[in-house]
């Protein structure tokens, strides 16, 4: 790290948050909060479902389970600070807790790539690989989809942040976002960003380009297999196997690639703002909730621990 990032130069960044919301910050502040906490509750339910009951011992859970804690850990790298800077009409974060969360953020919106990816996998091998499905999802494969999820997530991501610890920031150290998201730190430094500008570019390929692409292959595949079944019956109870895991793939990767694979296409900073709330906040809410509506496993499982808990 730069000596003039521990001397002289800048200590701390201010993050501006919603300044075109300030006179609705209480209303706003608590509209957050609720749905942090909401999600957060959510999420761990579903971790602790699939941890616990025999009845969700699929593969599909498993990875359900990892996307759960993915969305828990994304959610509160990012929403107590934000909402610090709600209620305080913008608020300081020091450098280093600034490059921490920036690298924290990046590694799991990774980790939620790849996991959604390995879930699109799951369930092509599940409706277009029936006979073989439980020969080729092993626990051995779940498990290092899972690690490797992971793993490669957060170590792409030490590329980026070496290169943010390598930049100058000598003034100003204003962030127009309510968290350290990295193309707005590159922007407030006094070096040259060439490099970070060129690897973020490049590191979006295997982070959201690739297991986009992985994805649509999956769905492509699964939806030639599902027009195959001769009954409408049988097309619709296949097809409501992936809907869930469809509908948060368009809902997630929606979002991220608006920001960040369209070169601003006259998005302003406000807009990117409230779609960065769309994959931060709103569909960790959300996913839980896809997932549960039509699945009636988990539905099961809910009901049994409600009884064993009005039981006692």
């Known amino acids: 790290m730069h000596e003039m990032n521990s001397t002289t130069g800048v200590r701390e960044f201010r993050l501006l948050g919603f300044p075109t919301l300030n006179g609705y910050k209480l209303p706003f502040f608590s509209i957050i909060l609720c749905m942090y906490w909401m999600a957060f509750c959510e999420n761990l339910l579903i971790i602790l479902l699939v941890s616990t009951s025999q009845r969700l011992r699929s593969p599909i859970y498993f990875f359900l389970g990892h996307l759960a804690l993915s969305d828990i850990i994304l959610i509160t790298i990012v929403v107590p600070k934000m909402l610090d800077v709600i209620i305080r009409e913008g608020s300081v974060i020091s450098y280093v807790g600034c490059l921490t969360q920036s690298y924290l953020y990046g590694g799991t919106v990774s980790a939620e790539c790849f996991l959604l990816t390995v879930m699109s996998y799951d369930r092509y091998l599940a409706i277009c690989k029936p006979l073989h499905y439980v020969s080729m999802m092993s626990v051995q494969l779940r498990y290092s989809l899972v690690v490797f999820s992971w793993l490669l997530s957060f170590m792409l991501m030490i590329i980026s ?55 649509v292959i999956s769905y492509v595949h699964i939806f030639i297999t599902i027009f195959r079944i001769p009954s409408i019956s049988g097309r619709q109870k296949t097809f409501s196997t992936c809907s869930s895991h469809l509908v948060v793939v368009s809902i ?17 900073l406000m807009v990117n703002k409230f779609l960065s709330l769309v994959y931060i906040v709103v569909t960790p809410l959300l996913n839980p909730v896809v997932y549960s509506l039509r699945n009636k496993e988990i539905q099961a499982s809910v009901m049994k621990y409600i009884r064993i808990y009005c039981s006692q």
């Open 161 to 215: 942040f070496v290169l943010l610890c390598d930049l100058d920031f000598c003034g100003p150290n204003v962030i127009n976002h309510f968290f350290c998201d990295y193309a707005p730190l590159l922007e407030l430094s006094c070096s040259d960003t060439t490099v970070p500008e060129i690897e973020m570019i490049f590191i979006c390929f295997p982070i959201v380009l690739l297991p986009f692409l992985l994805i």
């Open 252 to 268: 997630y990767y929606g979002s991220i690639l608006i920001i960040y694979m369209v070169p601003n296409a006259g998005n302003s």
